[in-house]
C-alpha cells in the first residue's frame, strides 16, 4: 500500500515497488520477513496472504543487485477493520414480549 494509505479489511495485502538496477527484493511486514522477491523490468509484486493486524503497519524494502549493493525504503500504512453497526432495538428501548429479535 502507499505510503500513508489505509487498507480497510483485507483479506491480503499486496505490496510492490520499483527497484532499478537490482534483481531481487526482501521485506518485512507485521514481524514477518519476505523474500527474495524477483525483480523484473525495475518493478516486483508480492502478495502477503492472510489479514494483518489492525493499526498502522510498516514495510521495510531491501533490494539488491545480485553483488553487495543495496538500497532500503519503507513505508507505513493503516489497516482498519470492518465497521459494524447495530439499528435495532434502538439504543436504551424496552421490547415487550417480543416473539422474535432479529439481528443481521
Given at each position: 500500500?502507499?505510503?500513508?494509505?489505509?487498507?480497510?479489511?483485507?483479506?491480503?495485502?499486496?505490496?510492490?515497488?520499483?527497484?532499478?538496477?537490482?534483481?531481487?527484493?526482501?521485506?518485512?511486514?507485521?514481524?514477518?520477513?519476505?523474500?527474495?522477491?524477483?525483480?523484473?523490468g525495475?518493478?516486483?509484486?508480492y502478495?502477503?496472504?492472510?489479514?494483518?493486524?489492525?493499526?498502522?503497519?510498516?514495510?521495510?524494502?531491501?533490494?539488491?543487485?545480485?553483488?553487495?549493493?543495496?538500497?532500503?525504503?519503507?513505508?507505513?500504512?493503516?489497516?482498519?477493520?470492518?465497521?459494524?453497526?447495530?439499528?435495532?432495538?434502538?439504543?436504551?428501548?424496552?421490547?415487550?414480549?417480543?416473539t422474535?429479535?432479529?439481528?443481521?
Amino acid at each position: 500500500p502507499a505510503n500513508g494509505s489505509t487498507v480497510t479489511n483485507p483479506t491480503n495485502v499486496v505490496v510492490s515497488g520499483t527497484a532499478a538496477n537490482a534483481t531481487s527484493v526482501t521485506f518485512t511486514l507485521g514481524g514477518q520477513s519476505y523474500g527474495p522477491v524477483t525483480v523484473t523490468g525495475g518493478n516486483w509484486t508480492y502478495t502477503v496472504p492472510g489479514p494483518l493486524a489492525n493499526g498502522s503497519q510498516t514495510v521495510s524494502a531491501v533490494s539488491t543487485n545480485g553483488t553487495t549493493n543495496s538500497t532500503a525504503a519503507t513505508s507505513t500504512f493503516t489497516v482498519a477493520g470492518p465497521t459494524v453497526a447495530i439499528t435495532a432495538p434502538a439504543n436504551g428501548s424496552t421490547v415487550t414480549n417480543p416473539t422474535n429479535v432479529v439481528v443481521s
